[in-house]
């Protein structure tokens, strides 16, 4: 027969067996729970809880190429309005770090030269088959294309620099207020307006490469007269590398437009000062 003591005694270290496992075991449980994250009885709300981050972060990757994608798209189209508005405005520092002037300057030469002067015919038959050839220019003709070209070349070059541009314009927005009665946009109408109408005046606007983008606008006041650019993709910022200026032949100058055009600015002056305004 057990003694009282030692059953008492049993009983005491059982006790304290089952208090010291009980006591492992939540130990255990509250490591596990500190590593995995979850416990057995919210695991449902765990796995919930981890596809919802999972989203979170699919969405964030979403919405941040969505945010880079836009931001390249627009990038040639806000640098194309700020080279205007520094023109505008007489911005040279900014002017001189957008536009690539020399290549600028190339093209410029070709187009107005075309522009103001009309190309000359070469003589060459117009086919094999046949053996008639195009009128040949007279002396006249081809002196006031040579002379001419020189000489716009020469105010290209002088003309056509960050400070020149900004002058330029300048001088042509007087002309446009005090002698064809046109205000000042800048002056006219709200920013949001501004650029609404010159969206409306633009041709062509699409990227040729990942790094070059083309856009094409009407001038304001010459119909049948078109600003054709292109931006190129240097290091993270947009660069005006090409400009021309051409006539649209679909655009059928009204009377006002063509005297406009022959009577103002500073490559027709120079044809008015210098060669008959006949071709």
Same mark, same amino acid.
């Given at each position: ?7 008492? %005694? #049993?009983? =005491?270290?059982?006790? #304290?067996? =089952?208090?010291?496992?009980?006591? +492992? ?5 509250? =490591? ?12 449902? %709300? %765990?796995?919930? /809880? ?15 190429? &969505? ?8 990038? @040639? ?31 410029? $030469? ?9 190309? =000359?015919? #070469?003589?060459?038959?117009? %086919?094999?088959? #046949?053996?008639?050839?195009? @009128? /040949? ?6 002196? $006031? ?32 207020? $005090? ?43 010459? +119909? ?10 240097? !290091? &993270?910022?947009? /660069? ?35 060669? @008959?305004? !006949?071709?």
């Amino acid at each position: 027969m057990v003694a009282p003591e030692t059953k008492f %005694s #049993t009983q =005491i270290a059982v006790k #304290t067996d =089952i208090a010291r496992h009980e006591v +492992e075991f939540q130990l255990l449980h509250a =490591i596990w729970v500190h590593n995995c994250g979850v416990s057995a009885t919210d695991a449902g %709300s %765990s796995r919930l /809880q981890e596809f919802y981050a999972f989203m979170r972060g699919k969405l964030l990757i979403f919405f941040l190429g &969505l945010l880079i994608v836009s931001g390249y798209v627009a990038a @040639p189209f806000v640098t194309a309005w700020s080279i205007r508005e520094a023109i505008r405005t007489g911005d040279a520092p900014y002017l001189e770090a957008k536009v690539d002037w020399p290549s600028v300057k190339q093209s410029l $030469k070709a187009s107005m030269g075309d522009y103001a002067f009309g190309t =000359i015919a #070469t003589g060459a038959p117009q %086919s094999l088959n #046949t053996a008639t050839v195009e @009128p /040949q220019p007279g002396l006249w003709h081809r002196l $006031k294309h040579s002379y001419g070209r020189r000489m716009l070349g020469s105010m290209i070059d002088n003309m056509v620099t960050p400070v020149g541009l900004a002058r330029l314009f300048s001088y042509r927005q007087g002309y446009n207020e $005090k002698v064809r009665g046109i205000p000042d946009e800048r002056e006219a109408y709200p920013l949001m307006e501004r650029m609404q109408r010159s969206w409306q005046r633009v041709v062509r606007a699409e990227f040729l490469t990942p790094t070059r983008f083309a856009m094409e606008m009407r001038d304001r006041v010459i +119909e049948n007269r078109i600003y054709a650019g292109v931006l190129e993709l240097r !290091g &993270l910022a947009w /660069q005006l590398v090409h400009l021309e200026v051409k006539r649209d032949p679909t655009v059928v100058a009204s009377a006002a437009d063509t005297a406009a055009a022959t009577n103002s600015g500073v490559w027709s002056k120079l044809r008015e000062a210098a060669l @008959p305004s !006949g071709r």
